[in-house]
């Protein structure tokens, strides 16, 4: 019975140790990436949401603060990058025992440029193509 303790114990430790670096690494690329990101819940199931605010009290204060709209395109950017994420926004992100520090970084690498691919596409939309005066 001892045996299994000890397995189980190093098992969590895993599952916990891979959480906090899930999470602690989304949140330096949000931060490297100018990205306002708010992750609650703890190391193996947690929300992301696009969000300027601190803290969201509830799902009303979810509803009314997350930009949802954001989700499918970083959603869509992760998918390019091998990462595959749920289509809804709302859903949680889960870590499980088998995930590794190598799949972590990887993940990691892959949100740092889907943020940076969202901010390069935010700001080629808001540039007004060029306009051709014809000749006449």
């Known amino acids: 019975m001892m045996v299994l303790a000890g397995i189980y114990a190093n098992l969590y430790n895993h599952f ?3 959480g906090v670096k899930l999470i602690t690494g989304l949140e330096d690329a949000a931060e490297r990436t100018t990205t ?4 609650p819940g703890f190391s193996g199931w947690f ?8 803290k969201l009290i509830d799902a009303r204060d979810v509803a009314l603060n997350a930009d949802a709209e954001k989700f499918n395109p970083f959603r869509r950017e992760m ?3 091998g990462v595959l994420l749920s289509t809804d926004p709302y859903e949680r992100w889960h870590v499980s025992m088998v ?3 190598e799949d972590v970084e990887k993940a990691v690498a892959a949100a740092e440029e889907s943020f940076r691919a969202l901010k390069l596409n935010s ?7 060029l306009q051709t005066v014809g000749r006449g």
């Open 16 to 18: 916990y140790k891979v």
């Open 47 to 54: 929300s992301l949401f696009f969000t300027e605010k601190e």
């Open 123 to 129: 700001i080629s939309s808001q540039i007004a193509p």
């Open 79 to 81: 998918f390019e990058r």
């Open 99 to 101: 995930h590794t520090e």
């Open 36 to 39: 306002s990101i708010l992750i």
